[in-house]
């Protein structure tokens, strides 16, 4: 129990501190934060319920007033804003990440992890952020597509580093792999 | 860190949070069922002139959260140009900024102690269900605490780098960075069971 709770605030306070890593330009002039990383994180190491929730948790924080999304937003704003689909698909997008990688024992776990992560926080997170910007914007879900493709290919590579970290982290503290704990 | 809350105090600092968020609830689901370009004008003024109220330090704070929408209003606005659909266009760029300066006024005028507050109320259901809600409320302080913890460590992991490497720090410090946390993790879980744990109290 205790070490749930605390595992979940970890993981809030990581995605917290992934946002706050200055950005990296890609050479197309796209903008990437690591902060989607975290939320894959959640999900290849903490499983699907705990993943969610320590999501769940950190957009709480978020949602009362604590500038912790990347570039030191936060507040009520975030929620209405066009923006606010994604974040109403991190919880889900942990929740698939962990799910595959709680099932899907069958192959190494980088692999496993990676492509959970590029399922989970890019399938799921875009399908959801999508939606919320055509509903904001009244735009037709293709045209909001066309928005974010840019941020693709930095997404791409935040699932591979997410399934590296994953394979590394559990060779190096085994136990704290709660999506593979028995 | 940045802070989102007011510089000054405003008047509306003294009006309980629980009453601001429903209001705010309300005039979100209303500006969404809005559709004459006019009526949104006056809700736009209107919330630009909350924001003038409080004097001009409140409204330069209040200008510099909300830059993040500007680049969401020129797509609209150049989309809609081209579209020969300027009014539709306005609506939508008026919506979207009267809705997140709304959303924004209360974050600012509303202490983080009474938004605890208003969650504390709102999980009394749950309590009444016999669920234990100190884990939530352990893990909200918790998070607020390990944030500026992992922060100082990260720092500290970033110039240790630079200490031995002419090449600066990439993503491999992601993770021992992670690895550090995770170590944290069992002495916090640790401490926290030696404290009794997060059995709720008799209540």
Redesign the interface.
Same mark, same amino acid.
């Given at each position: 129990?205790?070490?749930n709770? &605390? $595992?979940?605030? /970890?993981f809030?306070?990581?995605i917290?501190?992934l946002g706050?890593?200055p950005k990296i330009t890609l050479a197309f002039g796209v903008p990437i934060t690591?902060q989607s $990383?975290g939320v894959m /994180?959640c999900g290849t190491v903490l499983g699907a319920r705990r993943g969610a929730l320590a999501c769940l948790?950190?957009l /709480? /924080?978020v949602a009362?007033?604590?500038?912790?999304l990347s570039?030191?937003?936060?507040?009520?704003?975030a929620?209405?804003?066009?923006s606010a689909g994604f974040l109403v698909g991190w919880p889900v997008a942990a929740f698939v990440t962990g799910w595959i990688v709680e099932r899907w024992r069958g192959a190494p776990l980088a692999l496993v992890a990676g492509v959970a992560s590029v399922l989970g926080g890019i399938v799921v997170m875009y399908g959801f952020g999508i939606a919320g910007m055509a509903l &904001?914007?009244?735009?037709s879900l293709v045209?909001a597509a066309a928005?974010v493709t840019a941020f693709l290919p930095g997404d791409l590579l935040k699932a591979v580093?997410a399934g590296m970290?994953t394979a590394?982290?559990a060779r190096?503290?085994p136990g704290?792999l709660l999506s593979r704990a028995v | 860190?940045?802070?989102?809350?007011s510089p000054v105090r405003t008047r509306a600092h003294d009006w309980p949070a629980g009453a601001k968020?429903a209001g #705010?609830c309300l005039a979100?689901l209303g500006l969404f069922f809005l559709a004459d370009p006019l009526a949104h004008l006056a809700a736009l003024l209107a919330v630009l002139g909350l924001y003038a109220l409080p004097g001009r330090r409140f409204l330069r704070a209040g200008w510099r959260?909300?830059r993040? #929408?500007w680049p969401?209003v020129l797509?609209?606005g150049l989309?809609h140009l081209i579209d020969a659909s300027p009014v539709?266009g306005a609506v939508?760029a008026m919506r979207?900024v009267t809705?997140?300066?709304l959303?924004?006024l209360?974050?600012?005028t509303?202490r %983080?102690t009474e938004?605890?507050a208003?969650?504390h109320w709102l999980t009394a259901p749950l309590r009444r269900l016999r669920l234990n809600t100190r884990? %939530?409320e352990?893990?909200?302080a #918790?998070?607020?605490r390990?944030?500026p913890v992992?922060?100082d460590k990260?720092a500290a992991l970033a110039e240790s780098w630079r200490a031995r490497s002419p090449r600066r720090p990439n993503?491999r410090i992601? %993770?021992p960075f992670? #690895?550090l946390?995770?170590?944290?993790?069992?002495h916090?879980?640790d401490a926290?069971?030696a404290r009794g744990?997060?059995h709720s109290p008799e209540d």
């Open positions: 129990m205790e070490r709770v &605390v $595992m979940i605030a /970890l809030a306070a990581l917290a501190v706050l890593i690591a $990383m /994180l948790l950190f /709480l /924080l009362i007033g604590l500038p912790l570039g030191g937003r936060g507040g009520l704003g929620f209405v804003a066009p &904001v914007l009244e735009k045209e928005l580093i970290l590394a982290l190096a503290r704290s | 860190m940045i802070s989102l809350t968020l #705010l979100t959260s909300l993040m #929408l969401f797509v609209v989309y539709q939508i979207l809705a997140v300066a959303a924004t209360v974050t600012m509303t %983080l938004m605890i208003v969650v884990a %939530l352990i893990a909200m #918790l998070v607020i390990l944030t992992l922060l990260g993503w992601v %993770l992670t #690895l946390a995770l170590d944290d993790a069992d916090i879980s926290l069971r744990g997060l």
